[in-house]
């Protein structure tokens, strides 16, 4: 908390104390980016201290967060993040590739990335005696905030789209959050919230739109750093990182992660960070294509909720993670993301359609040439699959059903 010195807005790079605003640039509505200072937080921690944290959760990295301690051990709060990472050798050679890893983020306490961003805004919210935190959210970041809420007795108002998929809302329900299903997109919840927050003094989460998310997403970058890049030798390329983009907010939190690393003196090279997006959803691909940053909307109708995103609220930072980093902006299409659920399935991981997204982008880039087979590459799954189960049985098919015997049984497995 000590090491948090104000923000900076992205677009026009206005600096604004900690009390003068809480969201976005008053003048052009630009994402803020939050202002630590690096050198006290080198007197704090190190990189050994850091390796030495006993804290296998996403508050090991402390000292580097605007937060200060929330409290609320021995609760969910205290376990998001630090999520398993594996080393898919059957996959690498599937694609040719040399090294390849994916971590899990399906394994966060309410099951997605967004536990990560929801953390760190409940600590937040604590902070300043925030009463009720809203959120807009497409399923995912609701969950995270009415789990992470729930566990240190927040109170907190969720707007999700009506079409959100059932097991997303049956957890906002089940952890008690004021759940709200709007008769619209989420481009219309987040609007809602918007204005909900101002009218009702409550405390807004909004992706994109709250500056301590991607504070709290940036400590996946954090994890990345700590436990992959030491096995990766210095003469190698860098580790280049697929990432699924709806508003970009998780994107742009990793690259903000690797940059915190830089400016500390703690990284050596710099990650290729590589956005991959629906066809169906596609604006910050767009504008990553035509060398702009002005992102225009688009009608999104991509099957994967999480990054059904008409206007990315976070769209210009999320082009520079890509463009700054060396890495691409890319689109898969409905199709290639559902057939990428089993193919992570057959290696025992299970994605909901916006964490296999991130796959399939990387499938693509190894057959366009994007990705070079002695690149090591890290694929982050954004979200469990058990989230959406009627994409996850379009892209498995369906068991036969036969008769209790076994020469049905023989019929059905061929053996006759
Ligand atoms: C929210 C979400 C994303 C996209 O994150 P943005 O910050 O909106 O780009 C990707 N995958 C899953 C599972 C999500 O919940
Ligand atoms: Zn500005």
């Known amino acids: 908390m000590d090491n948090f ?9 206005a600096e604004y104390s900690l009390t003068q605003v809480t969201y976005i640039c008053p003048q052009d509505g630009g994402n803020l980016d939050v202002i630590v200072d690096f050198d006290s937080i080198r007197k704090e921690c190190s990189p050994d201290s850091i390796r030495g944290s006993l804290d296998y959760s996403l ?16 609760t969910p709060l205290r376990t998001a993040g630090w999520t398993p990472v594996y080393y898919l050798t059957r996959l690498a ?4 590739l040399k090294h390849l890893w ?39 970041a609701g969950a995270a905030l009415a789990g992470m809420a729930a566990a240190i007795g927040q109170q907190a108002v969720i707007l999700a789209p009506k079409t959100a998929p059932p097991a997303k809302i049956s957890q906002l329900l089940v952890f008690g959050a004021k759940v709200i299903l709007v008769e619209g997109n989420y481009d219309a919840a987040f609007d809602l919230a918007v204005e909900a927050a101002e009218e009702f003094g409550w405390y807004c989460r909004n992706t994109g739109f709250n500056p301590f998310t991607i504070e709290g997403k ?28 709806g508003d970009g907010n998780i994107i742009s939190g990793i690259h903000k992660g690797f940059k915190d690393l830089a400016a500390l003196g703690w990284l050596e090279q710099m990650p290729r960070i590589f956005g991959v997006q629906s066809e169906a959803s596609c604006a910050v691909t767009n504008a990553f294509t035509a060398g702009i940053e002005e992102i225009i909307p688009v009608r999104s109708t991509t099957l994967a909720d999480s990054i059904s995103v ?25 199709e290639e993301i559902l057939q990428a659920i089993p193919e992570l399935g057959r290696v025992g ?32 799954n954004t979200g469990n699959g058990l989230k ?29």
């Open 59 to 74: 508050w090991r990295y402390l000292p580097l967060l605007p937060v200060s301690d929330p409290g609320g051990y021995g």
């Open 102 to 140: 994916i971590k899990d983020e399906g394994r966060n306490p309410t099951a997605s990335f967004k536990d990560r961003a929801s953390a760190v805004v409940v600590a937040r919210a604590r902070e300043i005696g925030a009463e009720v935190v809203v959120t807009a959210s497409t399923g995912n």
């Open 218 to 245: 940036k400590t996946a970058a954090f994890e990345i750093w700590e436990s992959i890049l030491p096995q990766i030798s210095a003469a190698s390329k860098a580790l280049s990182v697929f990432v699924s983009v």
């Open 349 to 380: 991981i299970f994605a909901e359609p916006a964490g296999s997204a991130a796959y399939a982008g990387l499938v693509k880039a190894v057959k366009t040439g994007l990705i070079a087979p002695d690149d090591p590459v890290m694929v982050m």
């Open 5 to 13: 010195v104000g923000y900076r807005c992205s677009l026009c790079g």
């Open 388 to 416: 959406d189960i009627r994409s996850a049985m379009q892209a498995a098919g369906q068991a036969p059903v036969i008769e209790p015997n076994l020469s049905a049984l023989r019929s059905v497995i061929g053996h006759d």
């Open 310 to 334: 008409d206007l990315p609220r976070d769209g210009v930072r999320a082009v520079r993670a890509a463009r700054q980093t060396g890495g691409q902006c890319l689109t898969v299409s409905d």
């Open 93 to 96: 050679d599937d694609l040719g």
